[in-house]
């Protein structure tokens, strides 16, 4: 499927790079055919095909949001290739035959980088588990403060804290116990 | 909690932040080459923040890709331009060449018509594989020409075909490596049995071979014995886990003529005839070619299996309750009588289709199956 031709692909690179809505919008419409195309030529469905496209797209997207990465081929090709190596993962994982796999588009082999990235998603997993494990109200005064960025009144306000020490207080015993989790499930390379 | 702990990861934060001033961040610089345990402390909470935000951004990420899915598939040429699977090509490499043509020409239009595919390569390639197919078809056109001189013959010999033909009856995919279902009361008396596709007017012929039978639940299982089959594509129906409602909307899917027929209607009762317990009462009006076909739900799960039996009895229609078909399944599975084990299908890709999508893509799964018996009816 043609890209839309209001937008060059360099734009919608650096779109993706500033989080524009917009360009998100305009490459994840106009590429879902072509893997839906391929993930259902090669035993699967249209949910396959909903779920692979998602995972490639946010390699995608984590990979373009790094600026130490460098797309070397287009939108198009790294979305399919990338797609293609998670379609083939599942179906090996199923284990069941798989024959002939019938392609429809170019194929980058992908190198090193490209590969989609398993420590990214073990990283949302561990994530994931801690926070669930934290559970309220520690997970909203973090997450208010250290994405939404509110200021220490705003939460003493919304979480019903007499004053602002106390809010503070809290915060830092909600930090140290999400630390306390999230450090027990992770093992450092070099052991310490 | 000591009030210094407190300060110290504020001014963590800050620097974290970029917020301290020059002669703050040099004491803080300071203190991270002094203090290795504080550098890791600091590390740590780097890291922290960061898989916290990382992780936020994801989940608004896949928030934002549910809605432009959702914005693609309320696209008008959403449905016009999903793929159907090619499977079929497959299925008809043995006979009629004109099929092959047609197979492939269609390939080639959806291709460049519905996605602008690009590469001349692709399209070289596509006609490597045609010439392959002639050469394939052009092996087995004897074969054809034999098989159906046979078929003309037992045609034209056995009158009583007139009659075998009203004992056609449905069947449909249970599982993608070729196994079927019907009712056991049109398969009982059967010397042989196939089941027919239509294409392009052409009735193609796969024989199959019963596996399994349940008397007392009227159905059973057929495998396909015809060697140039290769598979199924993945089924899009699920199986419903518990037992229909009183007065819930309920649809089939048959053959009681050469052309599929759908009907619609309710479930009337949720017994059968006599009380049995076994089946459902519909209210959609069969004849016997409806038998074994599915009778399937609003969201498209499999509630059971029609079967014409007694219908002109009570004027009333029954159908089995899936369960005891997959009673059956576990069965076959159990005593290991097929040689992969079937998969009870419970997730099914039509549930949020309209009916008539749903039907597109349950119809290449839903066959007319048809009993030869020699023997005299």
Known sequence: MKMTESYSEKELISGIQRDDQESLRVVYKANFASIAHFVINNSGTEQDAKDVYQEAFIVLYERLRDESFVLNCQIKTFLYSVSRRLWLKRLAEKSRYVGKINDYESIIPLEKEEEPSEDNEQQFEMMQAALEKLGEPCRTILEDFYIRKKSMQKIADKMGYTNMANAKNQKYKCLQRLKKIYFKQFKPANGS | ?377
């Open chain 2, 1 to 377: 909690m000591e009030p210094q702990d407190n300060y110290k990861y504020d001014l963590i934060d800050d620097y974290l932040n970029g917020n301290l001033s020059e002669s703050e961040l040099a004491e803080f610089n300071h203190q991270l080459e002094q203090d290795p345990s504080f550098a890791q402390e600091v590390a740590e909470q780097r890291l922290i923040v960061n898989q916290l935000q990382a992780h936020h951004r994801r989940n608004i990420l896949k928030k934002q890709m549910n809605l432009f899915h959702q914005e693609i598939e309320q696209e008008e040429s959403y449905q016009r331009t999903l793929p159907q699977p090619i499977k079929v090509i497959h299925l008809w490499r043995k006979y009629a060449p004109s099929v092959a043509v047609a197979a492939s020409v269609v390939l080639i239009a959806v291709f460049t018509s519905v996605f602008t595919l690009h590469t001349l390569d692709h399209v070289r390639s596509l006609k490597k594989q045609q010439s392959s197919y002639y050469k394939a078809l052009r092996r087995d056109l004897n074969i054809v020409k034999q098989k159906q001189d046979k078929i003309a013959q037992e045609q034209k010999q056995d009158d009583k075909i007139q009659e075998v033909k009203q004992y056609g009856a449905t069947a449909f995919v249970i599982s993608p490596y070729g196994y079927l279902v019907t009712n056991y009361h049109v398969i009982k008396n059967a010397d042989s049995i196939y089941i027919e596709i239509h294409h392009k007017d052409q009735p193609m012929r796969l024989q199959v071979k019963e596996v399994m039978r349940n008397i007392k639940a009227d159905l059973a299982i057929l495998r396909i014995v015809d060697s140039s089959f290769i598979g199924f594509a993945e089924l899009p129906y699920a199986f419903r886990n518990d037992e229909a409602e009183l007065g819930e909307e309920v649809y089939t899917l048959a053959y009681p003529r050469r052309d599929m027929v759908y009907g619609e209607g309710s479930i009337s009762a949720k017994s059968g005839y006599q009380e049995d317990t076994t089946t459902y009462q519909i209210s959609i009006p069969v004849n016997p070619g409806n038998s074994g076909g599915p009778l399937l739900d609003e969201q498209g799960n499999l509630l059971g299996i029609v079967s014409g039996k007694h219908t002109h009895m009570d004027g009333a229609t029954f159908a089995i309750k899936a369960k005891y078909l997959e009673e059956m399944i576990q069965q076959l599975n159990t005593d290991m009588i097929a040689q992969i084990p079937l998969n009870i299908p419970k997730k099914s890709s039509i549930n949020y289709l309209k009916r008539p999508e749903q039907i597109k893509k349950l119809k290449d799964f839903v066959y007319v199956v048809q009993v030869y018996d020699s023997k005299g009816l």
